[in-house]
């Protein structure tokens, strides 16, 4: 008798287990990212340690050799030097520091190849209370693509120096099909959020490279430059943010699987950090990867990590469209909390079936004092970095002449906030 409830059991695991597997055949990953491996010692040696700090924390960040090397890190008190942690990977974070204060730490390699004395001073108070996000207004269209596609999805929201604002998003004909996106839609507007009643201006689509392209991210350095997906973080760079070439050199292979929607935002002078959908294993993440280049880039560490008791746990990862914002002095991790656990969702999607409308719209938002880690989602009943739950798929936040926006968007077929269109609203704070 007890075969009976085996074999049910024992198919579902097959299925769940073929799924994966079957979804993750594209995927490839790379311990280095976009550094070889003949190009770690020249690099730690340029680079070094590089700090960065707030009023209780700090951060040491460096080029790793995690194929040969392990990390020890011990602070040094006069002539006193004590262990304090171990990294693999070019990363380490103390926490519980003081204000104002002064500190020693020292990171060595195994080998002593690597070996830098660091001291630093940490902020002083400067950490305003805690608040949380709320949307504070209705939802208003801003953006809707008629030439080259037929809605937007996921984002980026970026304003050149010529003062006009810009919108690139994912798009492509009909209701909304992963398999047809290849190109960005791009409108563009003098202001953000554009006047009451106005839509932004739609241009040529953008990054049409003759592939998936999905979820872009552009920042504005000593050029325009832009990071999208899947699978992998493909580059381009533009002169003056409306012409895109793509940068096959600055392209790179992830550390995890199901790779997506990567962010980058500026960290501290010479740094970056890179936000990415992940799975590690069962459960989903959000990546960090870290650059004092902009050009090199490696993982260093789950910025968000979900687990046991996680309400979702999809084989093409949940933790979507990562999003890191500031505000009073406190860090805050927006994810789009998507992709139902088991392998029937997946498949269900492949046949535009979305079991739970109302999910897709599920913005979890994460709470912290520094920038490197937001602990681990076990559900809404034990998230103690939870901030907010946000009704809003995709979302990307503006903040311009002392307002935050909000936006959402998403494909037509399943998204309940728009019809295919990027809306916008205000986004506002409470203790």
């Known amino acids: 008798m007890l075969l009976l409830p085996a074999v049910p059991a024992a198919l579902l695991l097959f299925m769940e287990i073929a799924v994966r597997i079957v979804i993750d055949l594209p995927v490839q990953t790379d311990f280095y990212s976009s550094i070889g491996k003949e190009d770690v010692a020249r690099l730690q040696e340029k680079f070094g340690v590089r700090v960065n700090v707030g009023p209780d924390w700090a951060h040491l960040g460096w080029i790793a050799n995690p194929a040969t090397q392990r990390y020890a890190i011990s602070s040094i008190d006069g002539s006193v030097e004590t262990p304090v942690g171990e990294a693999r990977f070019g990363s380490w974070l103390a926490e519980g520091l003081k204000p104002a204060s002064?500190?020693?730490?020292?990171?060595?390699?195994?080998?002593?190849?690597?070996?830098?004395?660091?001291?630093?001073?940490?902020?002083?108070?400067?950490?305003?209370?805690?608040?949380?996000?709320?949307?504070?207004?209705?939802?208003?269209?801003?953006?809707?693509?008629?030439?080259?596609?037929?809605?937007?999805?996921?984002?980026?929201?970026?304003?050149?120096?010529?003062?006009?604002?810009?919108?690139?998003?994912?798009?492509?004909?009909?209701?909304?099909?992963?398999?047809?996106?290849?190109?960005?839609?791009?409108?563009?507007?003098?202001?953000?959020?554009?006047?009451?009643?106005?839509?932004?201006?739609?241009?040529?689509?953008?990054?049409?490279?003759?592939?998936?392209?999905?979820?872009p991210h552009v920042i504005v350095e000593d050029r325009y430059r832009m990071w999208f997906s899947p699978h992998r973080a493909y580059a381009a760079q533009s002169p003056d943010g409306y012409d895109w070439k793509e940068d096959d050199e600055r392209s790179f292979l992830p550390y995890h699987a199901q790779f997506r929607d990567p962010m980058v935002l500026k960290i501290a002078d010479g740094q970056w950090l890179m936000y990415a959908t992940a799975r590690d294993g069962y459960y989903s993440s959000v990546d960090v990867y870290q650059s004092f280049d902009l050009e090199h880039w490696q993982y260093i560490r789950p910025a968000l990590e979900t687990g046991f008791g996680a309400e979702r746990a999809?084989?093409?990862?949940?933790?979507?469209?990562?999003?890191?914002?500031?505000?009073?002095?406190?860090?805050?991790?927006?994810?789009?909390?998507?992709?139902?656990?088991?392998?029937?969702?997946?498949?269900?999607?492949?046949?535009?079936?979305?079991?739970?409308?109302?999910?897709?719209?599920?913005?979890?938002?994460?709470?912290?004092?520094?920038?490197?880690?937001?602990?681990?989602?076990?559900?809404?009943?034990?998230?103690?970095?939870?901030?907010?739950?946000?009704?809003?798929?995709?979302?990307?936040?503006?903040?311009?002449?002392?307002?935050?926006?909000?936006?959402?968007?998403?494909?037509?077929?399943?998204?309940?906030?728009?019809?295919?269109?990027?809306?916008?609203?205000?986004?506002?704070?409470?203790?």
């Open 102 to 215: 002064r500190y020693v730490f020292r990171v060595r390699s195994s080998d002593g190849a690597f070996d830098r004395i660091v001291p630093l001073d940490t902020r002083g108070e400067g950490r305003g209370p805690a608040v949380t996000p709320f949307i504070a207004s209705p939802w208003r269209p801003v953006f809707r693509p008629r030439k080259t596609g037929d809605y937007v999805n996921d984002h980026t929201v970026y304003r050149t120096r010529d003062g006009t604002w810009h919108i690139l998003g994912i798009t492509a004909f009909g209701e909304g099909d992963y398999s047809k996106e290849k190109y960005f839609a791009h409108g563009i507007s003098p202001s953000f959020p554009p006047a009451d009643g106005a839509m932004m201006e739609e241009r040529d689509p953008v990054a049409d490279f003759g592939r998936l392209a999905w979820a």
């Open 314 to 431: 999809g084989a093409t990862a949940t933790t979507e469209s990562p999003f890191l914002l500031s505000h009073n002095g406190r860090y805050f991790l927006s994810v789009t909390y998507n992709n139902d656990s088991f392998f029937w969702n997946p498949l269900l999607l492949s046949m535009g079936v979305w079991l739970d409308r109302e999910s897709y719209n599920e913005t979890l938002v994460f709470a912290g004092t520094n920038p490197y880690s937001f602990g681990t989602y076990r559900g809404e009943k034990n998230a103690p970095s939870l901030a907010a739950v946000l009704r809003a798929h995709a979302p990307e936040y503006v903040y311009v002449d002392g307002k935050w926006y909000i936006t959402t968007a998403g494909w037509p077929w399943v998204a309940s906030l728009t019809r295919g269109e990027v809306a916008v609203a205000e986004l506002g704070w409470k203790e």
